[in-house]
């Protein structure tokens, strides 16, 4: 079966880093193109960094994590990362992987784009 699943969340003081997993199984993750997105609660979920499936993919992040974070994939693992440094209390809520064909033409951030999800890995930012 497709599954996405997200790890690597947890609690962390304010300036602090994380880095998060997206383990894929059933699919081989580096023919689809990959989104990290959060939801905080009672917001919207939110697109966060994007990378594409070619070797020489490119990368984007939403302006609120430009320069903090950093997504990369491992194909031979078959997992997504997200490196989160310096983080902020803002960004505390739950974080998702996602999963779409290199052949969909969407903004990267519609949530509506995307095959799979994973479940979400909780980060909370607080002192």
């Known amino acids: 079966q497709v599954q996405l699943v997200e790890s690597g969340g947890g609690l962390v003081q304010p300036g602090g880093s994380l880095r998060l997993s997206c383990a894929a199984s059933?699919?081989?993750?580096?023919?689809?193109?990959i989104g990290w997105f959060r939801q905080a609660p009672g917001k919207e979920r939110e697109g966060v960094s994007y990378i594409l499936s070619s070797e020489d993919g490119s990368t984007a992040y939403a302006d609120s994590v430009k320069d903090r974070f950093t997504i990369s994939r491992d194909n031979a693992k078959n997992t997504v990362y997200l490196q989160m440094n310096s983080l902020k209390s803002e960004d505390t809520g739950v974080y998702y992987c996602?999963?779409?064909?290199?052949?969909?033409?969407?903004?990267?951030?519609?949530?509506?784009?995307?095959?799979?999800w994973g479940q979400g890995t909780q980060v909370t930012v607080s002192s």
């Open positions: 996602a999963a779409r064909t290199h052949l969909s033409g969407s903004h990267w951030a519609r949530k509506g784009s995307y095959d799979y």
């Open positions: 059933g699919f081989t993750l580096d023919t689809y193109n």
